[in-house]
């Protein structure tokens, strides 16, 4: 994927601590940490939960402080006011209020956003029509399905028309049909040349859509780079599934090989590094078995994901 050169996100050396009560001592929640989001891509910011992420976009919104080091938005200081006419801003749990429309709540968030009136009414139908709400628009919130409400908090995000859009956890709680058609919109507002931070935990959905990945871990940053870069680390294994393997042939493979196996019904998935590839091969074929397949492996973010959670040392980009 393309990657820009201008750097829109900034955060560097980033410390934020909390003084839980008085008299307690203070807890780090952030210790340190810098990232880079780039002009015009979609930017993942994963972790587990109590790892930092949603601190982390709040010292980006304003909202709370760092303790120390400093963070910039499109060149400004998060602590700045007048530029976030700039940032669009979608969270986790978005409030609407029940007995409006999604029409009028619409209204609402572009007066308050300083959209002309002149120009309100055409951009709410253009936002409506955009996240596929046009049918709904004049329908009541309380009739509007989780999916629905994601999609209006989308809109409400781009009333204004924002250069960088932050979305705080955009799949969750969605069914399968509903994540499809957020992705679906993430992807539109990149093609639209807007640059998207999303705060997830749904690894699928990273992996489909972001350019670039953070891992961060207990308030420390994991990994950072490219997602393809990630998940290409893998292309020194290979899977070669077999069948008709006897419990003899199975332990040879364990044991001289040092593969990997998994049983498939009654085939075996065999994982191998890629030197072994054509020793395996001569065993399964030797012992009698039969070669139904060999594919090099890829890793997957999860599984990536899951070994930087479990490792202790941190991983450069």
Same mark, same amino acid.
């Given at each position: 994927? %393309? %990657?820009?050169?201008?750097?829109? #996100?900034?955060?560097?050396?980033?410390?934020?601590?909390?003084?839980?009560?008085?008299?307690?001592? @203070?807890?780090? @929640?952030?210790?340190?940490? !810098?990232?880079?989001?780039?002009?015009?891509?979609?930017?993942?910011?994963?972790?587990?939960?109590?790892?930092?992420?949603?601190?982390?976009?709040?010292?980006?919104?304003?909202?709370?402080?760092?303790?120390?080091?400093?963070?910039?938005?499109?060149?400004?200081? @998060?602590?700045?006011?007048?530029?976030?006419?700039?940032?669009?801003?979608?969270?986790?749990?978005?409030?609407?209020? !029940?007995?409006?429309?999604?029409?009028?709540?619409?209204?609402?968030?572009?007066?308050?956003?300083?959209?002309?009136?002149?120009?309100?009414?055409?951009?709410? !139908?253009?936002?409506?029509?955009?996240?596929?709400?046009?049918?709904?628009?004049? !329908?009541?919130?309380?009739?509007?399905?989780?999916?629905?409400?994601?999609?209006?908090?989308?809109? %409400?995000?781009?009333?204004?028309?924002?250069?960088?859009?932050?979305?705080?956890?955009?799949?969750?709680?969605?069914?399968?049909?509903?994540?499809?058609?957020?992705?679906?919109?993430?992807?539109?507002?990149?093609?639209?040349?807007?640059? #998207?931070?999303?705060?997830?935990?749904?690894?699928?959905?990273?992996?489909?859509?972001?350019?670039?990945?953070?891992?961060? #871990?207990?308030?420390?940053?994991?990994? %950072?780079? +490219?997602?393809?870069?990630?998940?290409?680390?893998?292309?020194?294994?290979?899977?070669?599934?077999?069948?008709?393997?006897?419990?003899?042939? #199975?332990?040879?493979?364990?044991?001289?090989?040092?593969?990997?196996?998994?049983?498939?019904?009654?085939?075996?998935?065999?994982?191998?590094?890629?030197?072994?590839?054509?020793?395996?091969?001569?065993? +399964?074929?030797?012992?009698?078995?039969?070669?139904?397949?060999?594919?090099?492996?890829?890793?997957?973010?999860?599984?990536?994901?899951?070994?930087?959670?479990?490792?202790?040392?941190?991983?450069?980009?």
């Amino acid at each position: 994927m %393309q %990657q820009h050169e201008r750097r829109i #996100v900034r955060i560097e050396n980033i410390v934020k601590d909390f003084r839980p009560g008085f008299g307690l001592r @203070v807890k780090r @929640v952030l210790h340190g940490i !810098s990232l880079d989001v780039n002009d015009g891509e979609i930017f993942g910011f994963v972790g587990p939960n109590g790892s930092g992420k949603t601190t982390t976009l709040k010292v980006l919104m304003g909202l709370i402080r760092a303790t120390s080091g400093e963070a910039t938005i499109l060149g400004h200081s @998060v602590t700045e006011t007048a530029f976030r006419r700039e940032i669009g801003f979608l969270p986790e749990n978005p409030y609407f209020y !029940s007995h409006l429309t999604g029409r009028e709540i619409l209204g609402f968030f572009a007066k308050l956003s300083g959209v002309t009136r002149g120009r309100r009414k055409a951009r709410i !139908s253009e936002l409506l029509e955009w996240v596929g709400l046009d049918h709904a628009a004049d !329908s009541r919130l309380e009739t509007y399905s989780k999916g629905m409400l994601q999609r209006l908090g989308i809109a %409400q995000a781009l009333v204004h028309d924002p250069r960088v859009v932050f979305l705080d956890e955009p799949m969750s709680g969605l069914d399968p049909i509903g994540r499809v058609e957020i992705r679906d919109l993430v992807l539109r507002l990149r093609s639209e040349g807007k640059t #998207v931070f999303m705060n997830t935990h749904i690894l699928h959905d990273v992996e489909m859509l972001c350019d670039r990945v953070a891992i961060i #871990v207990e308030g420390r940053i994991r990994y %950072q780079g +490219v997602i393809e870069d990630l998940v290409g680390s893998g292309l020194h294994e290979v899977d070669i599934v077999a069948a008709n393997l006897s419990p003899e042939t #199975v332990l040879e493979l364990e044991d001289r090989l040092a593969a990997k196996l998994r049983g498939v019904g009654e085939r075996v998935e065999i994982r191998v590094a890629e030197k072994e590839v054509n020793d395996t091969l001569r065993c +399964v074929l030797a012992a009698g078995g039969e070669v139904v397949s060999v594919t090099r492996h890829r890793v997957s973010l999860e599984s990536f994901f899951l070994s930087t959670v479990e490792g202790g040392s941190e991983i450069g980009e």
